[in-house]
């Protein structure tokens, strides 16, 4: 018998708990143990809940209790989930969290720290919900070069970006739908803004450069300014508008941004729609793979922890060895990146054919008093220098 605490008893930690549950029989089998949760860790009592019986306040008596091996953090932001995890690991207990910004913080120093106390810090659930994605990389894609990895990793925004497309629902709305369903953050400024989707490629980068990367240090755009009649040019042009977390190696280094993108129907990520993410990966020997699936939500991303807990429990004596040294990486400059632009302006063609020389224009009838164009490709920080001398920039997204 395994005896489980679970810290944060919101929408995942109330799904691993479910799970554990319902899938007994079966994790029973999986992982050669029976598992029990012993403690609950919140701050509310859920009175007239069965889980009443379990809650505890203080994380200490769970950092302190011999009998607990494996502990599961569901309840997001750094602090005081960090003091919490380094606890834990301290007393010599296995973690499993789904927290992103715990990981991408403090990811390396962790992993440094289970090392030393023999046991394992694993975080399958912070990318992707359900996906696989953090165990392939670091058990499967391992005699690889990672030289790109690109894709859509937060589920709220592709979900509101879906339905404003698709249903044709503002903004607000969608985004009510979404918390609604629990896709969203705690505090949803963290989706709409891109800083999980951060998180989530700065963890990703991590990994495949083995080194910690800071979010701090990767561009990012979220959806807040993608309005109705983006989505009607996105339409015209046969493309798709899609929060794209993006890492690609360069000579110098590796480049990573956050950023809306127009993509063709072509695109393998153009039917990545409501809450599903994909996440694309490049191995200089591997060549392209995709991972898909439920990208956030309840039981998709509680079924990702429970996988942890079930591989904690076959290496109980034994710490899995990750590749994420705490030494900070440097990424290239994005202004570096090349790539197209579309933009949306009330200037004349010839205006805009003057700054930018050669581009495809987009005339929607409707649209009277303004413009769209693309450029061609060019580096983020030509685009600038040109988008300076034009006369009104109404919009600009990025063309893939
Ligand atoms: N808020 C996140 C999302 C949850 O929408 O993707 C899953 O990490």
């Not at 983006?230 to 956050?258: F, H, P, W």
Request: net charge negative; aromatic share 8%.
């Amino acid at each position: 018998m395994v005896k489980v605490a679970v810290m944060g008893y919101g929408t995942i930690g109330s799904g691993v708990v479910e799970i554990l549950e319902k899938n007994a029989a079966r994790i029973r089998k999986t992982s050669g143990e029976d598992l029990e949760v012993k403690y609950v860790l919140d701050v509310r009592e859920f009175e007239g809940d069965p889980i009443h019986s379990k809650i505890v306040h203080d994380y200490q008596i769970i950092a302190k209790d011999p009998e607990i091996r494996v502990v599961v953090e569901t309840m997001g932001g750094v602090e005081p989930a960090y003091t919490f995890v380094k606890a834990m690991l301290e007393a010599g207990k296995h973690v499993t969290t789904s927290n992103k910004a715990l990981v991408a913080d403090k990811g390396a120093e962790l992993i440094a720290l289970a090392k030393e106390k023999n046991v394992n810090f694993l975080f399958e659930a912070s990318v992707g919900g359900g996906i696989p994605i953090i165990r392939p990389l670091m058990s499967s894609i391992t005699g690889d070069e990672i030289v790109e990895i690109s894709g859509i990793v937060n589920g709220t925004t592709n979900y509101m970006l879906t339905k404003m497309t698709n249903e044709g629902l503002a903004f607000d709305e969608v985004l009510k739908e979404a918390q609604a369903k629990g896709y969203a953050e705690k505090d949803p400024t963290a989706d709409v803004e891109g800083y999980d989707a951060c998180r989530k490629i700065a963890i990703l980068t991590s990994i495949v450069c083995g080194q910690q990367v800071n979010y701090q240090d990767i561009h990012t755009e979220g959806i807040t300014k993608i309005t109705p009649t983006d989505i009607m040019y996105a339409k015209e042009m046969g493309r798709a508008i899609k929060l794209l977390a993006t890492s690609r190696q360069t000579n110098d280094g590796y480049v990573a941004m956050v950023a809306p993108f127009l993509i063709p129907a072509s695109h393998p990520l153009y039917n990545v729609n409501d809450v599903f993410n994909a996440i694309f990966v490049k191995g200089n020997m591997l060549g392209d793979s995709m991972f898909y699936g439920s990208g956030a939500g309840k039981l998709p991303t509680a079924s990702a922890v429970v996988g942890d807990i079930v591989d904690m429990v076959k290496h109980m004596n034994m710490h899995i060895t990750l590749n994420w040294d705490a030494e900070p990486v440097t990424l290239a400059d994005y202004k570096t990146n090349e790539t197209r632009f579309f933009v949306r302006t009330k200037a004349s063609k010839e205006e805009i054919s003057n700054t930018f020389g050669k581009v495809e224009f987009v005339d929607i009838e409707e649209l009277a008093d303004e413009i769209g164009f693309v450029t061609e490709t060019m580096s983020e920080s030509a685009y600038e220098e040109k988008a300076a001398n034009l006369s009104s920039v109404l919009q600009m997204i990025r063309f893939h």
